[in-house]
């Protein structure tokens, strides 16, 4: 049995060999290009779909995600290009660990962090532009510039650090607003429809928020500024959205102070601060109500859906905070390495092809910003495939998404047919309407200066305040020290 | 052919090399992060800033709170059991043992967890009790930790002492307090060290259980993502002295005891 077992490990191995002298003879003429890439975990689709997954579109497309993209782009770069890349694909926590990660001396080429951290790295001139043949509308391989959103497009034409617009040097990935996930049985669309829901003392202890600085600073915002924000006269003014920007930006030290003692009351109110278990416990109903992201709304309803139990979502009237996350290029990792740019840019691109895309959107349950063009609809009849209503079906709904896949919301080539049940549902998480987006602010990266502040205010209101302690505590405390000395002092007194 | 010897010391070389590459170095940077500023220049600012803010303060201060209750809760808890498994004469002792011991093998998120929705059951929302749910929480998971050593020191107890504090006419609760209780401090203080000093820093039962406090080990997670290195490395460090000086009290303590009660016994 041993010889048998030996002689099959030395087939094995000889077959090794074999292989690797093989493929060491291919690559041989050419060291292949290495690609680094950093993103999300869980942030790219993993293929290995089963045979039923298949999505079979109504333009003729089938979808079907067989092994990782990141793999699949190797190939594709090969036969496209016929250069051998190697992708290094690895994933960070969050933004804040892959900045820290950088920081220690970790290099990558491409990397997908969320709009803030870019506009950081931007201000810190560690990015590189993409090339102009990247924005090369004529050449069929570049995806991206094809197919983005020009909604996406344009929010990233319109934002600019140090006077130049984000667009030079990211490429947006998946994107979203924030919003209240709320169980219809016990909460209703209005009271669920403003960020003061987690100060509503008839959710006392039911209602969750975000375990991180940013969005809790954001919906005290949309408290503080309630009056304002909602104010007719605002919300027309000519110069709405830069002024709803400055407003949902506001870090000035006054605002933070009054930010502390909100939220440090709003502590007392809610449930607990969650990242990820707020959208099980929404499911088993510990809570009515979560901050959520749009994306992790849209799998929390599902995930009730299969379980026969309603989740709504709800977007505050007050703003709502538009977050994307995008690819972008490091310096320190391209290193002028006109190969290893062409490679990174090929990425961007083959990930912005709309197959691929419907494949992460699959996957990840977020909204990809590839929208696809006149020729080539695949991610609207995907949409379609996901939320569109048969013919017979009553209630029918039109559902324009024209702001997001031609600019023109009145565009008569989408709107969607759906059912107005998908109002406050998957659909309107997923692609909300226009009047929703219209409220829409971009949260921006804070100065040095603001930045400190705003997370010494986060870790004040997080802290155990020693005036906190009760009374009684104090007391015995004092007992407890009291009989120690009187202890001490008769151990002595035996000696 | 010369045969490779070993000496004794050799043998060290190994740990040493680990004790300077992961306890000394990470130290040596941490001590330096605690005392510079942003620009690299020596400063006290963080250490006077930890005691003059009443939050950081009121965190040490809860932490200890919860450090201090989850130890008497679990030396409350664990003593008897410990006293019933040692001096009875039952026969299967070490089953019954391996009872108390047997969550320790099973995962502990998978543990905490689990508890998580038993308390739910039972207290319908465990938003208004965090400090005892985490009390519980920390309870439930470092018991065997005091269990095992108080269990340990009764058993090796020597038995003819009970005998002979029983022929000279000591009733139960006297041989209790004045043999068996001073001989088994050892074993005390062995356990509250294992289940003091990580309680005081182990914050993940504290966000499974849904009480969102900073705890000592979650303030220095906080500073560290805000890219503080400063304030952060100074609470580690303050942390670190606090461990030390606690270890070192128990440890004259449980000497200078053990030593004077089995000089009460003998002498």
Redesign the interface.
């Known amino acids: 049995m041993a010889k048998i077992g030996n002689s099959r490990a030395l087939a094995v191995l000889s077959a090794f060999a074999v292989c690797s002298f093989l493929s060491g003879t291919v690559y041989a003429r050419e060291e292949p290009i290495i690609l680094r890439v950093c993103s999300w975990e869980e942030y790219i689709d993993l293929g290995e779909w089963d045979e039923e997954e298949a999505i079979a579109l109504d333009n003729g497309t089938v979808i079907f995600g067989e092994r990782p993209l990141y793999e699949e782009f190797e190939d594709w770069y090969r036969e496209t290009y016929g250069r051998e890349v190697r992708v290094e694909y690895s994933c960070f926590g969050t933004n804040e660990d892959l900045y820290n990660q950088l920081n220690m001396g970790d290099t990558y080429d491409l990397v997908c962090p969320s709009e803030y951290m870019i506009m950081k790295l931007m201000a810190e001139d560690r990015l590189l532009p993409y090339s102009d043949s990247f924005y090369d509308t004529d050449n069929a391989n570049n995806f991206y510039i094809n197919n983005v959103s020009p909604f996406i497009q344009e929010t990233l034409e319109s934002n600019e650090i140090g006077g130049e617009s984000w667009s030079k040097y990211a490429a947006g990935y998946m994107w979203g607003i924030t919003g209240v996930l709320y169980n219809p049985e016990l909460v209703t669309e209005e009271e669920a429809s403003t960020w003061e829901i987690f100060g509503n003392p008839k959710f006392h202890r039911q209602i969750t928020l975000k375990d991180n600085v940013r969005d809790s600073y954001f919906a005290a915002l949309g408290i503080l500024k309630a009056d304002e924000l909602t104010d007719e006269n605002f919300i027309h003014s000519v110069d709405y959205h830069d002024k709803l920007a400055d407003v949902m930006n506001d870090v000035s030290p006054e605002t933070i102070e009054q930010a502390q003692e909100l939220l440090d009351e709003l502590m007392g109110n809610v449930y607990s601060l969650e990242t990820d278990s707020g959208k099980a416990d929404m499911i088993t109903g510990k809570i009515v109500a979560n901050y959520q992201w749009s994306g992790d709304a849209v799998y929390a309803m599902d995930q009730a859906d299969e379980d026969d139990f309603e989740l709504r979502f709800a977007v505050p009237k007050e703003s709502t905070n538009l977050w994307f996350d995008g690819w972008v290029m490091l310096k320190s990792g391209i290193d002028d390495n006109a190969d290893r740019q062409h490679a990174a840019e090929a990425f961007v691109n083959f990930v912005s092809r709309t197959d691929n895309a419907v494949r992460n959107m699959y996957y990840i349950g977020y909204t990809s910003s590839i929208a696809g063009n006149k020729e080539d609809d695949t991610i609207y009849e995907y949409m379609n495939w996901c939320y569109g209503a048969d013919e017979e079906e009553e209630d029918i709904m039109e559902y324009p998404v024209g702001y997001f896949f031609s600019g023109d919301n009145s565009d008569e080539n989408y709107i969607l047919q759906s059912t107005g049940s998908q109002m406050g549902r998957q659909l309107y998480s997923q692609y909300p309407p226009q009047d929703v987006m219209e409220r829409t602010a971009i949260m921006r990266y804070f100065d040095e200066d603001a930045n400190k502040a705003i997370n010494q205010m986060w870790i004040n209101v997080r802290c155990f305040d020693i005036a906190d302690v009760p009374t009684v505590v104090w007391m015995a405390l004092l007992a407890g020290l009291l009989v120690l000395v009187w202890m001490g002092y008769r151990r002595s007194k035996r000696r | 052919m010369e045969k490779i010897r070993f000496q004794r010391s050799q043998l060290c070389i190994p740990y040493g090399l680990f004790l300077v590459c992961f306890v000394l170095a990470p130290l040596i940077v941490i001590i330096y992060y605690a005392f510079t500023n942003g620009e690299g220049q020596f400063t006290l600012e963080n250490l006077i800033g930890f005691f003059s803010s009443?939050?950081?303060?009121?965190?040490l201060?809860?932490s200890f709170?919860i450090a201090v209750a989850t130890t008497c809760t679990c030396l409350m808890l664990a003593y008897p059991i410990a006293y019933i498994l040692a001096r009875s004469n039952m026969k299967h002792k070490s089953v019954i043992l391996m009872v108390f011991v047997m969550p320790m093998w099973i995962n502990f998120t998978l543990r905490i967890t689990a508890l998580k929705e038993i308390l739910?059951m039972v207290e319908g929302?465990?938003?208004?009790h965090p400090f005892l749910n985490t009390l519980i929480g920390m309870t439930y998971d470092f018991l065997p930790f005091m269990i095992l050593p108080i269990y340990t020191t009764l058993l090796k107890l020597d038995g003819s002492l009970l005998e002979a504090a029983a022929d000279l006419g000591a009733d139960t609760v006297q041989t209790f307090l004045k043999v068996t209780l001073p001989l088994s401090v050892p074993g005390i203080i062995s356990g509250i060290v294992m289940v003091f000093l990580p309680s005081m820093t182990n914050y993940v039962v504290l966000d499974m259980l849904?009480?969102?406090?900073?705890i000592m080990g979650?303030?220095i997670g906080?500073?560290?993502?805000?890219?503080?290195w400063h304030n952060g490395s100074m609470i580690a460090l303050i942390l670190l002295v606090i461990i030390l000086v606690f270890t070192l009290l128990t440890n004259r303590y449980a000497d200078q005891d053990a030593g004077s009660s089995r000089g009460g016994v003998l002498g």
Do not use: K, M
């Open positions: 009443p939050n950081t303060i009121g965190t201060a809860y709170g739910t929302n465990l938003a208004y849904y009480n969102s406090t900073y979650s303030l906080a500073y560290f993502s805000a890219y503080d």
